[in-house]
C-alpha cells in the first residue's frame, strides 16, 4: 500500500508507518505549502491513500470530483500522541477488515465509518 501523507499528518507517525515498511510519501517533507487539489493530485496519479487531519478533502472529492483510487483516511482527534495516527492505521491495515479503496475514511473517538465514492 502506498501512502501520501498530508502536511498536517504528524512526522512522528510517517516516521513510525516508515519503519512497519510502508510507503509513505510526506508533503511536510517533499512539498510543504502545497494546495489540497494537488495533494489530491499526487495521490491520483501516483495510486497512493492520502493520511489526513484536513476535512476539506471530503469537499474535493464530493463537490469537485476528485477520486483518488487509494482513498482518504481522515483522522477526526483532538488529543494524540505523535505516533497515536500511524499507530491506528497500521492496526487497521493488519486486520484487513477495510477497503481503503475509493473512500473517504473517518476516524474519530467513536470509531471508524466510511463513505464509498465511484471512480468515474
Request: proline share 4%; net charge negative.
Amino acid at each position: 500500500m502506498k501512502l501520501l501523507s498530508d502536511e498536517n499528518f504528524p512526522l512522528k507517525s510517517v516516521f513510525y508507518l516508515r519503519s512497519k515498511g510502508f510507503d509513505v510519501l510526506c508533503i511536510a517533507l517533499e512539498s510543504p505549502g502545497i494546495k489540497d487539489f494537488e495533494v489530491m493530485e499526487i495521490a491520483i496519479n501516483n495510486k497512493r491513500t492520502i493520511l489526513t487531519f484536513d476535512s476539506d478533502f471530503g469537499e474535493l472529492i464530493f463537490n469537485f470530483n476528485f477520486r483518488p483510487e487509494g482513498g482518504v483516511v481522515f483522522f477526526r482527534m483532538d488529543n494524540f500522541g505523535p505516533e497515536e495516527p500511524g499507530r491506528i492505521f497500521e492496526i487497521l491495515v493488519q486486520e484487513k477488515q477495510i477497503v481503503f479503496e475509493n473512500a473517504i475514511t473517518v476516524i474519530d473517538k467513536n470509531g471508524l465509518r466510511q463513505r464509498k465514492y465511484g471512480n468515474d
